[in-house]
Nanobody, 124 residues
Framework: VQLQAFGGGFVPAGGSLTVSCAIS????????MGWFRQGPGKEREFVAA????????YYADSMKGRFTISRDNAKNTVYLQMNSLKPGDTALYYC??????????????????WGQGTLVTVSS
Protein backbone atom coordinates (compact mmCIF):
# COMPACT_ATOMS: atom_id res chain seq x y z
CA VAL A 1 0.00 0.00 0.00
CA GLN A 2 1.37 3.39 -0.99
CA LEU A 3 0.01 6.85 -0.39
CA GLN A 4 1.08 9.80 -2.49
CA ALA A 5 0.22 13.29 -1.31
CA PHE A 6 0.58 16.22 -3.67
CA GLY A 7 -0.68 19.69 -4.40
CA GLY A 8 1.12 21.68 -1.71
CA GLY A 9 2.69 25.04 -2.43
CA PHE A 10 2.83 28.72 -1.55
CA VAL A 11 -0.38 30.65 -1.06
CA PRO A 12 -1.08 34.13 0.33
CA ALA A 13 -3.08 34.54 3.50
CA GLY A 14 -6.78 34.38 2.74
CA GLY A 15 -6.18 32.21 -0.28
CA SER A 16 -7.25 28.67 -1.09
CA LEU A 17 -5.47 25.46 -1.94
CA THR A 18 -6.48 21.86 -2.53
CA VAL A 19 -4.16 19.00 -1.69
CA SER A 20 -4.74 15.45 -2.86
CA CYS A 21 -3.78 11.98 -1.75
CA ALA A 22 -3.85 8.92 -3.95
CA ILE A 23 -3.67 5.46 -2.44
CA SER A 24 -2.49 2.48 -4.45
CA UNK A 25 -2.71 -1.14 -3.47
CA UNK A 26 -5.54 -0.11 -1.19
CA UNK A 27 -6.04 -2.56 1.62
CA UNK A 28 -9.47 -4.18 1.77
CA UNK A 29 -9.66 -3.30 5.45
CA UNK A 30 -9.14 0.45 4.91
CA UNK A 31 -12.10 2.34 6.31
CA UNK A 32 -11.13 5.67 4.87
CA MET A 33 -8.49 8.36 4.78
CA GLY A 34 -7.42 11.15 7.01
CA TRP A 35 -5.23 14.23 6.95
CA PHE A 36 -2.85 15.32 9.64
CA ARG A 37 -0.45 18.23 9.67
CA GLN A 38 2.69 19.27 11.47
CA GLY A 39 3.75 22.89 11.54
CA PRO A 40 7.17 24.28 12.43
CA GLY A 41 7.90 23.56 16.07
CA LYS A 42 4.48 22.02 16.56
CA GLU A 43 3.21 18.54 17.19
CA ARG A 44 1.32 16.60 14.58
CA GLU A 45 -2.41 17.32 14.71
CA PHE A 46 -5.52 15.85 13.18
CA VAL A 47 -7.13 17.86 10.39
CA ALA A 48 -9.94 15.86 8.80
CA ALA A 49 -11.00 12.35 7.80
CA UNK A 50 -13.53 10.66 5.56
CA UNK A 51 -14.92 7.14 5.31
CA UNK A 52 -14.72 5.41 1.93
CA UNK A 53 -18.18 3.85 1.93
CA UNK A 54 -20.54 6.19 3.75
CA UNK A 55 -18.58 9.35 3.05
CA UNK A 56 -18.92 10.40 6.67
CA UNK A 57 -16.57 13.27 7.41
CA TYR A 58 -14.76 14.35 10.54
CA TYR A 59 -13.01 17.66 11.21
CA ALA A 60 -10.88 19.22 13.87
CA ASP A 61 -12.85 22.04 15.45
CA SER A 62 -10.40 24.67 14.22
CA MET A 63 -10.81 23.53 10.60
CA LYS A 64 -14.60 23.37 10.45
CA GLY A 65 -16.02 25.82 7.96
CA ARG A 66 -12.68 26.45 6.27
CA PHE A 67 -11.54 22.96 5.20
CA THR A 68 -13.51 20.39 3.21
CA ILE A 69 -12.50 16.77 2.75
CA SER A 70 -13.90 14.69 -0.10
CA ARG A 71 -13.11 11.45 -1.87
CA ASP A 72 -13.28 9.85 -5.29
CA ASN A 73 -13.65 6.13 -4.72
CA ALA A 74 -13.08 5.27 -8.37
CA LYS A 75 -9.71 7.02 -8.26
CA ASN A 76 -8.87 5.97 -4.69
CA THR A 77 -8.10 9.62 -4.07
CA VAL A 78 -8.97 11.95 -1.23
CA TYR A 79 -8.94 15.73 -1.45
CA LEU A 80 -8.59 18.45 1.15
CA GLN A 81 -9.83 21.83 0.05
CA MET A 82 -8.54 24.61 2.26
CA ASN A 83 -10.05 28.10 2.22
CA SER A 84 -9.31 31.31 4.09
CA LEU A 85 -5.82 30.08 4.79
CA LYS A 86 -3.83 31.65 7.58
CA PRO A 87 -0.08 31.70 8.25
CA GLY A 88 -0.81 29.33 11.13
CA ASP A 89 -1.93 26.74 8.58
CA THR A 90 1.63 26.47 7.31
CA ALA A 91 2.60 22.85 7.77
CA LEU A 92 3.53 19.56 6.22
CA TYR A 93 0.24 17.86 5.43
CA TYR A 94 0.15 14.09 5.67
CA CYS A 95 -2.50 11.69 4.48
CA UNK A 96 -3.04 8.32 6.09
CA UNK A 97 -5.24 5.27 5.74
CA UNK A 98 -7.72 4.48 8.52
CA UNK A 99 -7.18 0.96 9.80
CA UNK A 100 -9.75 0.90 12.58
CA UNK A 101 -12.77 2.84 13.73
CA UNK A 102 -12.49 1.45 17.25
CA UNK A 103 -9.94 4.11 18.16
CA UNK A 104 -10.74 7.83 17.95
CA UNK A 105 -10.50 9.07 14.38
CA UNK A 106 -8.35 11.94 15.64
CA UNK A 107 -5.68 9.58 16.95
CA UNK A 108 -2.71 8.65 14.75
CA UNK A 109 -3.05 5.16 16.26
CA UNK A 110 -6.19 4.64 14.16
CA UNK A 111 -4.11 4.83 10.99
CA UNK A 112 -1.62 2.44 9.47
CA UNK A 113 -0.23 3.60 6.14
CA TRP A 114 1.07 7.17 5.77
CA GLY A 115 2.05 9.33 2.83
CA GLN A 116 5.25 11.35 2.68
CA GLY A 117 3.56 14.70 3.18
CA THR A 118 3.09 17.77 1.06
CA LEU A 119 4.21 21.21 2.23
CA VAL A 120 1.74 24.08 2.43
CA THR A 121 3.18 27.52 3.11
CA VAL A 122 0.87 30.44 3.78
CA SER A 123 2.48 33.86 3.55
CA SER A 124 1.29 36.81 5.60
Amino acid sequence: VQLQAFGGGFVPAGGSLTVSCAISGRAFSSYGMGWFRQGPGKEREFVAAIEWTAGTTYYADSMKGRFTISRDNAKNTVYLQMNSLKPGDTALYYCASIKTIVLPITSPEAYDYWGQGTLVTVSS
